[in-house]
Structure formats: structure tokens, C-alpha cells
């Protein structure tokens, strides 16, 4: 194994399990999660919101284990937590570890440009 490979896989890895334990979390507990949500988000999609961004991440979080078109998976994923920083600058002092985790997944997307 390369010792570029290594790294890359410890990325897709901890990327997704950050997609896998909101999602999960989120089926089990949604009202700690659903105020995440900008309202405008909440009134286009109802209810079902939370279930259609949690099977979202899922999916995302498969597809970079997958490590199949890696750039385009790292950033979607980028973009997907950037939004979320971006909707909830007014909960900082939560969403701070997000800017750890957009710029990994950033570096992911670096990583993975041929791909």
C-alpha cells in the first residue's frame, strides 16, 4: 500500500463517519437535530426533511468509503458541511468542529483531483 493511500483512506473514513453518525443519530433523535435546519428549508420540505437529508448523508458517506470518483464525493461533501457552517453561524460554539472537517474534506479533494 502507497503511503498516499493511507492517508486518503483515513480521510474518506473519518469524513463519513461523521455523515453516518448525524444520519443515525438524526433517525433516532430528530428533534435534537432538526433545528439545524434554516426554516425556509423546514417549510419547503416539512416532516420528511430530516429523513431526506439523513438518507443524503448516508448515501454520501457510502460513496466516499467507496472511494469511487473521490473528487467529486469529497467535494460534494465539502459542500454539504459547509452549508450546514453556513447555516448555523448563530450556533458557533457547535458547529466550530465543522471547519475542521470542510477543510478535510477539501484536502480530500485535493488528494483525489485524477479521480
Known sequence: MSKQKIPLILLRVG?????????IFS??????WIGFFPIFLRNLFGAQLLNIFS??????????L???????ASLISAATILGIIVFNLG??????????LFFAALALALLNRNT
Do not use: C, H, M, Q
Open 27 to 32: 433517525f433516532l433523535n430528530p428533534n435534537d
Open 91 to 100: 450556533a458557533l460554539d457547535i458547529v466550530f468542529r465543522d471547519f475542521g
Open 55 to 64: 438518507f443524503y448523508e448516508l448515501i454520501l458517506g457510502f460513496w466516499l
Open 15 to 23: 469524513i463519513a463517519f461523521t455523515f453516518f453518525y448525524a444520519a
Open 66 to 72: 467507496s472511494g469511487k470518483y473521490g473528487f467529486a
